[in-house]
C-alpha cells in the first residue's frame, strides 16, 4: 500500500510541476520580441512563475480525494500554505526588479500615463500582499476563522484575475496563438477547479445531509456531535481518518470546518461521530446544537490510518489529539484485533481525560495499555507526569522500537518533541505518522 501511495503520489508531483513550468518553458520557444536585459527577462519569468502557482492554488484546495492520499490532507494544506508564500514572494519581486532596473517607471508622469493594464498589476500586488499579511496574523489581526476565510477567497480570486488582465494586456510573450491558447486553457482550468470547489461539491453535498441525533458532553469542556445519514447510506471510513463539517450554513458555505471521527469505522448504519473540544469560535457553539439538526458532512479524507503491518499500535495522543485515536481503538476492538495497542495519553489534569471511562472498558475487549502523562498530577499521583518523552517511551514499549507503527497527535509542540524522541529512538519515519490538525 504505501508504495502504491508512493508512486501514486510521485505522478501527482510530476503533473503539479508541469503545470507550474510549463507557461514558464513556453517563453522560451516559438516567436518572441528581442530579448532585454538579463533582470527584466527575469522579472518577467517571476511574474509568469509566480500567477501559474497562485492559480493551481484552487486545485491543492480543491479536496480531490484521489490525489490528497498519498500524503493526507493535512500536509497538502501546509503545503498549499508554503506555495503561497513562494508564489507571493515571485508576483512582488516581479515589479521590485523592474523598478530597480528602470526607476524611471516610478515618475508621477509615468505613473499617471501607465495603461490600464498596468493599474491591474498594482491590483494584483496589493491582493497578494493583503493575503500574505492576513494569512500569516490572522489572530493578532483579531480576525475570526470564518471572516478571514472568506476574506482569504475573495483575495486570491482578485489577484489572480488582475493578474491575468495584467499579462494578457502587456502580450510581450504571447504573440504565438498558440501561447495564448496555453494560457487561455489555463484560465479556464482554474475556474474549472473554482465552481467545482464551491458549486459542484456543494450540489453534491446538498443531495447528502445528515441529522444530529445526539450531543453528547464529555470530559475535558468537549463534546460528541452524533450523526445519521439522511435519506442515504452515507459513507465508510478509516479509523483516524477525518471529515469537514458545516452545521450553521448550507454546504454552499465559504467556510467548513475540519474535524476527526470519533466512532468505530466497523460501524454499518451510516451513523458517525465527532468529538469536539471548546476551543473557541465555531466549537464553543457545538453543545448548543439541537437534535434533528440538518448538518452537512465532507469526507472521508486523510492518510493518517492503520494498515500497515506492524507488531503493535502506539497511539500517541496530546489533549484532543486523542480523537482520531478513539477510532482506531474503538475499530481494532470491534475486528478483535489482538495485536498489543499501546496509548500515551498526555493531558493537563485527571479531570479533563476525555474518553477515560471507555478506555478503561475496552481494556477488556483488546490488548490496551493505557498510560496517562499529566502536566497537573493530583495530590498522591503515581503516574507519569511532565510531557511525553523518548524515557516514557522506553518505559512501556518492549524494544526493538522500529517494529512498532507510531500515530501522533496533538500540539504541534508536542508532536515536534515526539518525532525527536523517536528519532533519538531510532525509529525510522516510515514507521511513525503525524497529523498536524491546525490548517492555518
Not at 36 to 56: K, V
Not at 306 to 332: C, E, K
Amino acid at each position: 500500500m504505501q508504495l502504491l501511495y508512493g508512486q501514486r503520489g510521485a505522478v501527482w508531483l510530476v503533473v503539479y510541476l508541469l503545470f507550474i513550468l510549463a507557461p514558464l518553458f513556453a517563453l522560451l520557444v516559438g516567436s518572441h520580441p528581442p530579448l532585454r536585459d538579463f533582470w527584466t527577462e527575469l522579472s518577467i519569468a517571476f511574474g509568469y512563475s509566480g500567477l501559474a502557482m497562485m492559480g493551481l492554488q484552487f486545485g491543492l484546495t480543491a479536496r480531490f480525494r484521489y490525489v490528497t492520499e498519498p500524503w493526507g490532507e493535512d500536509v497538502i494544506y501546509h503545503f498549499h500554505r508554503q506555495i503561497s508564500l513562494m508564489a507571493a514572494g515571485l508576483v512582488v519581486a516581479h515589479p521590485i526588479i523592474l523598478v530597480a532596473v528602470q526607476p524611471q517607471l516610478l515618475a508621477p508622469s509615468n505613473m499617471l500615463e501607465a495603461p490600464l493594464t498596468a493599474h491591474f498589476a498594482l491590483v494584483s500586488i496589493a491582493s497578494v500582499i493583503a493575503l500574505v499579511v492576513t494569512a500569516l496574523w490572522r489572530v493578532a489581526l483579531k480576525m475570526s476563522y470564518e471572516n478571514w476565510h472568506l476574506i482569504h477567497v475573495v483575495l486570491a480570486v482578485v489577484a489572480i484575475i488582475a493578474g491575468i488582465v495584467h499579462m494578457v494586456g502587456s502580450g510581450f510573450y504571447l504573440a504565438d496563438p498558440w501561447k495564448r491558447l496555453l494560457w487561455i486553457g489555463l484560465t479556464v482550468f482554474w475556474i474549472g477547479l473554482l465552481i467545482y470547489v464551491r458549486i459542484i461539491k456543494p450540489l453534491f453535498m446538498l443531495r447528502r445531509p445528515y441529522r444530529v441525533a445526539e450531543v453528547r458532553k464529555e470530559r475535558g469542556d468537549t463534546f460528541t456531535l452524533v450523526m445519521q445519514p439522511d435519506r442515504h447510506p452515507g459513507f465508510r471510513f478509516s479509523p483516524g481518518q477525518f471529515g469537514w463539517l458545516t452545521v450553521w450554513d448550507s454546504p454552499f458555505a465559504i467556510t467548513a470546518h475540519p474535524f476527526s471521527f470519533s466512532s468505530s469505522a466497523e460501524a454499518t448504519d451510516g451513523f458517525v461521530e465527532m468529538t469536539i473540544r471548546n476551543l473557541g469560535d465555531f466549537t464553543s457553539k457545538i453543545n448548543t446544537v439541537p437534535a434533528g439538526k440538518r448538518v452537512y458532512l465532507d469526507g472521508p479524507y486523510g492518510a493518517f490510518t492503520i494498515g500497515n503491518p506492524a507488531d503493535m499500535h502506539v497511539l500517541v495522543a496530546g489533549g484532543i489529539g486523542v480523537t482520531p485515536m478513539m477510532s482506531m481503538i474503538r475499530t481494532l476492538a470491534d475486528r478483535a484485533d489482538q495485536r498489543p495497542v499501546v496509548l500515551l495519553y498526555g493531558v493537563q489534569d485527571w479531570e479533563s481525560i476525555t474518553f477515560r471511562e471507555e478506555l478503561e472498558e475496552l481494556k477488556a475487549r483488546l490488548s490496551l495499555t493505557v498510560v496517562y502523562v499529566l502536566s497537573r498530577p493530583p495530590d498522591g499521583w503515581t503516574g507519569e507526569t511532565g510531557f511525553i518523552s523518548s524515557e516514557i517511551f522506553k518505559r512501556h514499549l518492549m524494544p526493538p522500537y522500529a517494529d512498532h507503527e507510531y500515530f501522533i497527535c496533538g500540539p504541534n509542540v508536542m508532536m515536534d518533541a515526539i518525532e525527536k524522541a523517536l528519532g533519538e529512538m531510532n525509529v525510522p519515519m516510515s514507521k511513525y505518522h503525524s497529523e498536524r490538525y491546525s490548517f492555518v
